[in-house]
C-alpha cells in the first residue's frame, strides 16, 4: 500500500483495517476512519476537479463541510449515483468509486481550461452579457455547451433503491454542535436532568479540538482528545440524552422549529447498506436551542490563491493530527494570526519541514511564534505573498514587503520553494443557523467578523460561533451562558491550559505588485469570483450586496460561500467606503448544507402515499370488471366494459340502456351535509341563489352556491327533511371546502344563526336508478313507498324500508329521466346495491359509471361545475337566471351580480354546439373562433367544455362557453384543430326533451 | 412553521391550522345599498402590511373552530391569539 505521504504514527484512524477505494478509475488504499480527502493526500493527490468557469485545477482546500472545490460524484450504478459530494466530507469504504467533476474530458486534460486563457474576457456578469442573443440560439448551441462545460455533477437517470425514514422529536434543550463548546452545554443540561439532544454533523464529537496541539492545550489536565473522550463516555450514561452524530442541520425555522439529516448508511461498506435506512429528517420541535456550530477559517485572497497545495492552515493541522496525513514536504504558511503557529509546531514536531511563515503583521506576543522562532522557523514579519507559482500543484511562492498602511506592497519580492502553503485569515462565526432563524448580525470592528446580535429566551449561541475565541473563553462561557440560560444552579469548576494568544490583523485583499486587472484573485473558489469581478460589478452600478452577489455569482456555489463571503463583503466595503456594520451580510438561506430529495421525500409507502375512500360497493364495482377514475380522493367507478368491449362502447351501451329500460349509478361519493337548527331555513336563503323558506317538507330543491364575487362555485340538491332539518348535496370534488366555507360563514359572519352542520358523507350509500323502469324496480326493492305519481311526485322524498333497513328515496333526477335515490346506512349500501340489480335484472338494468353519467346529463344540458364552470362563470352566463331570487334581500354573490363587469352583455355564456358533420365528435378544452385565418394567432371566443357522441340521439353534441354566446344561436363558428376546421353551429343546451316528458315517464 | 395556541385547544402546530386571509372585515349588511366601488373595497382590497397584522385562522385539523389571531408578518411572531367577535389584548 502505497501511502507515501502518510505519516509513520498518530491520528484517529484504525490502521489495522486497510480499505481499497476508486477515484477516477484507480485503485487507492486508506485506513478505516479516513476521509475521502484524507486518503487522497495520503496518495499525494491534491489535483480533484476543475473550477466551474475558467477550469483551472482545483485541490482539497479544507476540511469539511465548507470545502468549495473538492467535489466528486460518487458512483454505484444509473440508480445509485451522488453528485455534488465532498471529498471532506466522505468516510472511505471498502467499494467506494468517486470521480471528478466539472472536467471534460478528464481531471488531467481539460478542453474547457482554454477558458482560462481567455479570462480576460469572461468577467463578471459574463453569461448574462453574452448569452442573450440571438435568443434562437439558445437551445440548440448556449445551453448545450453552457451545461456541457459547467455541469455540476450527473444525477442518477434511474429509481432510489435506497430507504429514508422521516421522524418528529420534541426536547427540552437541542445543541447544535459538539465541538468543546457544545459538549460542556450538553453536560451541563444533561447533568442537571434537561431532555438534550445533541446533534454534530461529524462522525466524531469534539470539533476542533480534535485536532489541538496537546502540548499548549489542556482541559482539567487532560489533553485534548483524553478530555472529548472522557466528557463523551460521560453523557452516553445519562438517560436524558439523546445524540446523534452524522446529523446535519439543514434549516432553522421559527418557534424553534429545526429539520436536520441523518447519514446512518452512507459510510458503510455496500454491503452493510442492505435493508437498512439510508438517511432520516429529523424534524425537531425544541424549547430552547443551543448553537454551538463553531467557526470556519478564512483564507487569504491574493493572487493565484486557488492552486491545488493551497489549503487552509487548519485543515492541514487536522489532517496531520487526526489522520496521519501530511498535506506536503516543504510547507510554508501566510498568515494575520496566532493560530497558524500551533500548525507550523505541530508539522516541526511530526518531522514536516515548515521553512517559512509569512506575516502581515508587524510582530505578536503570542507563546507560539515565540516557539516557532526558537524553533528556528523562518518567520517573515510584515510581508504578504503576492503571487503562485505551479500549474496543477503549487511550487513557488512570491513574498514581498507590505508597506505601513497595508494598502501597497515596498522593497523586492522573494521567490520561495514549496509545495504546500497554508493559509490563515482567522476565523468566521458560523452564524449560519442564527440568521436563518431570524437573529441579527453585529460587527466586530477590531475582529473583523459578523456575531450574533442578541440571545433570546429561548435560544442562544456559545463557543466561536458567538464570537467568542480561545479555549478558557470557550468554556467558561459555555458553562456559565447554559447555566443561566436553563436556570441550573450546580457548577463544574474548569481548569484550563491555552497558549497565549497574539492580536490580529485583518486585510481583506492583499495588495499586489501588478497593475489593478491583471490579478487573478479568487474570492469564490467554486464559481471562480475574482475580487476584480467584485470591483467590476460596483463599478457598473450594482451598489445593494444582494445585486452583486448575483451578477459575480458570488457565493451562489453549492458552498455558498462558506469560505469567502466574508471576503466578499470587505472588498465591497472598502471599495465603496461603506462599514462592514452598515452593509450587512447577504441572507443565508437553508439548508446549510446540501440534503437528498430522498431524505425529504422519505419513506416510500407506494399506495400508502395518499388516501384512497372507496364506496360501500366498491368491492362489487370490481367484481363486475369496473374502470375507475379518481376524483379527489374517492375511486368512482367510471365504466364497466363488458368483454372486451372499448371505452367508447361500454359508455354508449351503458347511456342507452339508461334510457331505453333502467340504470344503475353509485353516487355515494357526492357530499352530504346534515343541517339542523331553528335557522336552517334561513341559513339556506343566505348560501343559496334561490328561495327556501318555502319548501314544504319532504321536498327537494336544486340549488346553486355562489362566492361572494357572484361566481358558481357548487351545486346540489337539499331536501327538507323536518321543520328544521335538511339534508345538503353537494359535488363530490367540493364537499370538503363547502363544508368549510358554511362553517366559515356560520362561525364568523353569522354567529347568532341557530345551525348545526355535520359531514354525513361516509355515513350514507346512495344508490340512484333511472329509466323507464326504474319505478317497478324500487317498488321491488323498498316496503311502504306509494310510488303513484300523486303521492311521489318529481323532486320530493319518502322514507320506508328495504326489508328491515330503514332508507331514504328521493325521486330526483341528473340524467333527465324517471329516477330514483335510496340513501342507506353505509354498511348495508352493498346489499341494497345487490338487491337492485336482482330486481331490475327482468327489466335489464345496466350499471353505469361517471362517465355514462356525465354524457347523460350533457344530453340534458346540466352542467358540472368546475366542467362548464372554471371560478369565471356567473348563473346569469350559465343562462340559469331562473334560479336567481330577484326578492331575496341577500344571499352570496348576491351584490355582485351587477357589477358592470358581471351585467356586460359581451361576456362569455354557456351554449350548445351542432357539429355540421354528426359524427365529428370534438375535443373538450378545443378554441372556437369565429373566424378562421391562415395561421395563428385567431380571435378565440370561447371552449369547448363538454363533448359526446350521443347514442340516444345518434349524434355528436358539445357544450360549450363562448363569449356573447346567448346572441348567437343558429351562427356557424369555427373549431381550428392541428389538421382540420370543424365547423359548429351554437345550439340550445338542452339537446334532448326539452318539456321534460320523459321525468314523469 | 409556528406554533398557534387555538384558543379552544392550546399551543398546536401550524401544519394543523388554515390560514384564513385577513380578519375583520366585516361583510356589509346591506351589500345592494353599495356601489360598485365600495362592493369592491369589502371584496377586493386587503392590506396585506410588513407589521403586525390580524388575520383569521381556523384550526382545520383539530376542533375546526374560527378564531383571529395578530402577527408580525416581519418576524411572524403571534402576539394574541383571541376568539371571533373578541378584540385582541393589544
Ligand atoms: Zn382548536
Known amino acids: 500500500m502505497s501511502n507515501e505521504y502518510r505519516l509513520s504514527s498518530g491520528g484517529q484512524i484504525n490502521r489495522s483495517e486497510i480499505i481499497s477505494f476508486k477515484f477516477n478509475g484507480k485503485i487507492l488504499y486508506g485506513y478505516k476512519g479516513d476521509t475521502l480527502a484524507s486518503a487522497l493526500l495520503a496518495n499525494g493527490i491534491h489535483l480533484i476537479g476543475r473550477s466551474f468557469k475558467y477550469h483551472r485545477p482545483r485541490g482539497i482546500f479544507t476540511s469539511g463541510v465548507e470545502e468549495p472545490n473538492a467535489l466528486v460524484q460518487i458512483i454505484k450504478d444509473e440508480a445509485k449515483t451522488d453528485p455534488n459530494l465532498r471529498a471532506t466530507q466522505i468516510e472511505i469504504y471498502e467499494g467506494l468509486s468517486a470521480t471528478s467533476q466539472n472536467c471534460w474530458p478528464s481531471v488531467k486534460f481539460d478542453l474547457g481550461s482554454i477558458n482560462n486563457l481567455f479570462s480576460p474576457i469572461i468577467p463578471a456578469g459574463f453569461y448574462y452579457k453574452t448569452f442573450m442573443w440571438p435568443a434562437s440560439l439558445w437551445k ?12 455540476l455533477g450527473k444525477s442518477p437517470t434511474k429509481k432510489d433503491p435506497d430507504m429514508y425514514d422521516h421522524n ?62 472522557k466528557t463523551c463516555l460521560e453523557l452516553k450514561n445519562y438517560k436524558n440524552i439523546k445524540i446523534l452524530n452524522r446529523t446535519s442541520v439543514a434549516a432553522y425555522h421559527n418557534y424553534n422549529y429545526l429539520i436536520m439529516m441523518q447519514n446512518l448508511t452512507d459510510h458503510l461498506p455496500d454491503k452493510d447498506k442492505k435493508g437498512k435506512i439510508r438517511q432520516r429528517l429529523w424534524k425537531v420541535r425544541a424549547k430552547k436551542v443551543i448553537l454551538a456550530t463553531g467557526s470556519i477559517e478564512r483564507p ?24 496521519g496525513v501530511k498535506c506536503g514536504n516543504n510547507i510554508s504558511i501566510f498568515t494575520n494570526n496566532d493560530d497558524a503557529y500551533e500548525t507550523a509546531i505541530t508539522l516541526h514536531n511530526k518531522g514536516i519541514k515548515v521553512k517559512s511563515i509569512i506575516d502581515i503583521r508587524e510582530k505578536s506576543n503570542g507563546s507560539l511564534p515565540k516557539k516557532c522562532d526558537e524553533l528556528g522557523i523562518k518567520i517573515h514579519w510584515k510581508s504578504a505573498v503576492i503571487y503562485t507559482e505551479g500549474y496543477k500543484k503549487i511550487n513557488k511562492i512570491h513574498v514581498i514587503n507590505l508597506s505601513k498602511d497595508n494598502s501597497s506592497v515596498v522593497g523586492n519580492k522573494l521567490k520561495i520553494d514549496c509545495d504546500l502553503l497554508c493559509v490563515s485569515g482567522g476565523y468566521t462565526p458560523a452564524v449560519h443557523l442564527y440568521t436563518q432563524s ?137 471599495v465603496t467606503n461603506t462599514k462592514l456594520g452598515e452593509l450587512g451580510t447577504t441572507t443565508f438561506r437553508p439548508p446549510y448544507s446540501p440534503i437528498t430529495f430522498g431524505a425529504l421525500v422519505g419513506r416510500n409507502v407506494g399506495k400508502f402515499f395518499d388516501i384512497v375512500r372507496k364506496t360501500p360497493m366498491h368491492n362489487w364495482h370490481e367484481k363486475y370488471n369496473a374502470k375507475f377514475e379518481d376524483v379527489g380522493q374517492w375511486k368512482r367507478a367510471w365504466y364497466y366494459p363488458s368483454g372486451k368491449e372499448s371505452m367508447y362502447d361500454a359508455v354508449q351501451r351503458e347511456s342507452k340502456a339508461a334510457r331505453s329500460n333502467a340504470g344503475i349509478l353509485d353516487a355515494s361519493t357526492l357530499g352530504k351535509i346534515d343541517i339542523q337548527g331553528s335557522d336552517a331555513s334561513e341559513f339556506l336563503n343566505r348560501v343559496y341563489t334561490n328561495a327556501w323558506n318555502k319548501l314544504a317538507i319532504g321536498k327537494c330543491r336544486y340549488g346553486l352556491m355562489l362566492n361572494d364575487d357572484g361566481m358558481v362555485y357548487d351545486d346540489g340538491v337539499t331536501t327538507r327533511l323536518g321543520e328544521n332539518h335538511y339534508i345538503m348535496t353537494t359535488t363530490t370534488g367540493g364537499a ?59 323532486m320530493s322524498f319518502k322514507n320506508g324500508l328495504v326489508d328491515k333497513i330503514n332508507c331514504r328515496v328521493m325521486r330526483i333526477s341528473f340524467t333527465g329521466e324517471l329516477s330514483y335515490e335510496i340513501n342507506v346506512q353505509a354498511n348495508y349500501g352493498q346489499s341494497v346495491w345487490e338487491k337492485c340489480i336482482v330486481a331490475g335484472k327482468e327489466y335489464g338494468i345496466t350499471p353505469y359509471g361517471t362517465e355514462a353519467m356525465h354524457l347523460l346529463r350533457a344530453e340534458k344540458g346540466f352542467i358540472i361545475v368546475g366542467q362548464e364552470t372554471d371560478g369565471t362563470v356567473t348563473p346569469v352566463d350559465l343562462q340559469m337566471d331562473w334560479i336567481v331570487s330577484k326578492k331575496k334581500y341577500d344571499f352570496i354573490g348576491k351584490r355582485s351580480l351587477y357589477r358592470s363587469d358581471t351585467i356586460r352583455e359581451d361576456r362569455k355564456q354557456y351554449v350548445g354546439l351542432i357539429t355540421k358533420d354528426p359524427k365529428e365528435i370534438l375535443e373538450e378544452g378545443a378554441q372556437i373562433v369565429a373566424e378562421v385565418k391562415n395561421k395563428p394567432p385567431m380571435d378565440m371566443i370561447g371552449h369547448v367544455t363538454s363533448s359526446y357522441y350521443s347514442p340516444n340521439l345518434n349524434k ?32 340550445d343546451t338542452i339537446f334532448l326533451d326539452k318539456e321534460g316528458k320523459r321525468l314523469n315517464a | 412553521m409556528f406554533i398557534i395556541n387555538c384558543p379552544y385547544c392550546g399551543e398546536r402546530d401550524h401544519a394543523e391550522f388554515s ?58 411572531k403571534i402576539h394574541s391569539v383571541y376568539k371571533i367577535g373578541e378584540k385582541p389584548s393589544e
Open chain 1, 168 to 229: 418528529y422529536y420534541h426536547c427540552e434543550v437541542l445543541i447544535v454542535g459538539a465541538g468543546p463548546a457544545g459538549l460542556v452545554a450538553a453536560k451541563t443540561a444533561a447533568n442537571a436532568g434537561k431532555r438534550v439532544l445533541l446533534v454534530d454533523e461529524r462522525p466524531n464529537f469534539g470539533g476542533n479540538l480534535n485536532f489541538a496541539n496537546e502540548n499548549y492545550n489542556k482541559i482539567n489536565e487532560l489533553a485534548p482528545l483524553e478530555w472529548i473522550k
Open chain 2, 19 to 76: 390560514y384564513g386571509g385577513e380578519a375583520h372585515l366585516v361583510r356589509p349588511k346591506q351589500p345592494t345599498e353599495l356601489s360598485d366601488d365600495q362592493w369592491a373595497e369589502y371584496l377586493f382590497m386587503r392590506k396585506n402590511i410588513k407589521g403586525i397584522q390580524y388575520e383569521r385562522w381556523n384550526h382545520s385539523h383539530g376542533c375546526r373552530r374560527w378564531f383571529n389571531l395578530s402577527r408580525d408578518t416581519s418576524n411572524d
Open chain 1, 736 to 794: 370538503a371546502t363547502v363544508m368549510g366555507k358554511l362553517e366559515d360563514f356560520l362561525q364568523t359572519e353569522w354567529p347568532e344563526l341557530n345551525v348545526y352542520l355535520t359531514s354525513v358523507t361516509d355515513h350514507f350509500a346512495t344508490i340512484s336508478v333511472c329509466g323507464p323502469h326504474s319505478k317497478k324496480i324500487l317498488e321491488k326493492v323498498t316496503q311502504n313507498i306509494d310510488y303513484s305519481d300523486t303521492n311521489f311526485p318529481h
Open chain 1, 300 to 323: 487569504m485572497i491574493f493572487d493565484c490563491n486557488d492552486r491545488p497545495g493551497i489549503m487552509l492552515s487548519s485543515a492541514v493541522r487536522k489532517y496531520a493530527n487526526s489522520y
Open chain 1, 140 to 151: 440548440n448551441v448556449y445551453e448545450y455547451f453552457i451545461r456541457k462545460a459547467a455541469g
Open chain 1, 956 to 987: 355528436s353534441i358539445a357544450l360549450a362557453i363562448v363569449k356573447n354566446g346567448k346572441k348567437l344561436k343558429g351562427k356557424k363558428l369555427y373549431i381550428p384543430m392541428p389538421n382540420k376546421t370543424i365547423e359548429v353551429t351554437v345550439s
Open chain 1, 438 to 574: 431570524g437573529g441579527k448580525l453585529d460587527y466586530n470592528e477590531d475582529k473583523h467578523y459578523f456575531f450574533p446580535k442578541k440571545n433570546t429566551l429561548n435560544q442562544m449561541s456559545i463557543g466561536s460561533c458567538n464570537g467568542t475565541f480561545g479555549l478558557k473563553n470557550i468554556i467558561t462561557e459555555s458553562h456559565e451562558k447554559t447555566k443561566e440560560f436553563l436556570d441550573i444552579k450546580k457548577t463544574e469548576q474548569f481548569s484550563i491550559l491555552e497558549p497565549r494568544s497574539g492580536n490580529f490583523e485583518n486585510i481583506w485583499l492583499i495588495p499586489s505588485n501588478k497593475i489593478s486587472g491583471k490579478t487573478k484573485s479568487f474570492v469564490d473558489y467554486q464559481n471562480d469570483s475574482t475580487a476584480n469581478d467584485i470591483k467590476l460589478a460596483l463599478r457598473e452600478g450594482f451598489k445593494s450586496i444582494e445585486h452583486v452577489k448575483r451578477y459575480t455569482t458570488t457565493g451562489m456555489a453549492t458552498d455558498q460561500g462558506k469560505i469567502a463571503n466574508m471576503h466578499a463583503l470587505g472588498i465591497i466595503s472598502e
